[in-house]
């Protein structure tokens, strides 16, 4: 079955350290998303791709970095892990049919610490 | 960006009760939304959504309604269950021509038995 996955699901880091988490999809969904969720807050959009080598920054971008190589990968790339990082990272992606929207399906989530 | 208010933020009700939550969103262009559940320590799933020519969308006990001149939409669940128990997020679209969502903060139901 056509799924999305997220690697690792559990990560504990140290402070200034780089942190790759990674999200595949296999349903050929040309949309990707990535987002944090912290308390209080809801779902917050960091980075998203709208296709190959497309690349967008979300409302929380800082700090993080995506690339989109091809249609079923999109890696988040902390690039010196800061404390005020340590969240839950959900991906999710969607199909994009012209004019219309469709349905996000949402990874299992990564809980990062950042120590 | 779009502001997505959602409230209560907690909600407690008696099994068999009905359950309402509130959402309000900023940019009138603004044309999908849809609700989603999410589990202690599982991932947000799609429960219900609504597109902006529809008023209301119904689904065995949930319903959704939408309001496009004041700008808010309702979650509805009737005859609660003790497995309807977890946090309810709504989200809208940024844009009219975007596949961005903005999201909610949450509300966190809790169905009594």
């Known amino acids: 079955d056509a799924e999305i996955t997220q690697s690792p699901r559990h990560k504990i880091t140290e402070t200034g350290r780089q942190v790759t988490l990674a999200c595949h999809q296999t349903?050929?969904?040309?949309?990707m998303f990535w987002y944090r969720q912290d308390l209080g807050h809801g779902l917050r959009l960091i980075h998203y791709s709208y296709g190959v080598h497309d690349t967008n920054k979300g409302e929380v971008s800082d700090g993080y970095s995506v690339s989109r190589s091809n249609t079923e990968d999109l890696p988040l790339t902390l690039e010196s892990a800061a404390s005020s990082q340590t969240s839950v990272y959900f991906c999710?992606?969607?199909?994009?049919?012209?004019?219309?929207?469709?349905?996000?399906?949402f990874g299992p989530g990564t809980r990062l610490l950042v120590l | 960006g779009e502001n997505v208010e959602q409230h209560p933020s907690t909600l407690s009700v008696q099994e068999g009760d009905s359950a309402v939550i509130k959402c309000t969103y900023s940019d009138s262009a603004s044309n999908y939304f849809p609700w989603y559940k999410q589990e202690l320590g599982k991932r947000p799933q799609l429960i219900i959504d609504i597109r902006s020519n529809v008023g209301e969308k119904k689904d065995q006990r949930i319903a959704v309604t939408l309001n496009k001149t004041a700008k808010h939409f309702s979650l509805h669940i009737t005859e609660t269950q003790p497995e309807d128990s977890a946090v309810y997020f709504c989200a809208a679209t940024i844009r009219s021509n975007d596949y961005k969502l903005s999201f909610g903060a949450g509300t966190t139901v809790t169905v009594r038995a």
């Open positions: 349903w050929n969904h040309n949309n």
């Open positions: 999710a992606s969607s199909e994009r049919v012209s004019g219309r929207k469709e349905t996000q399906y």
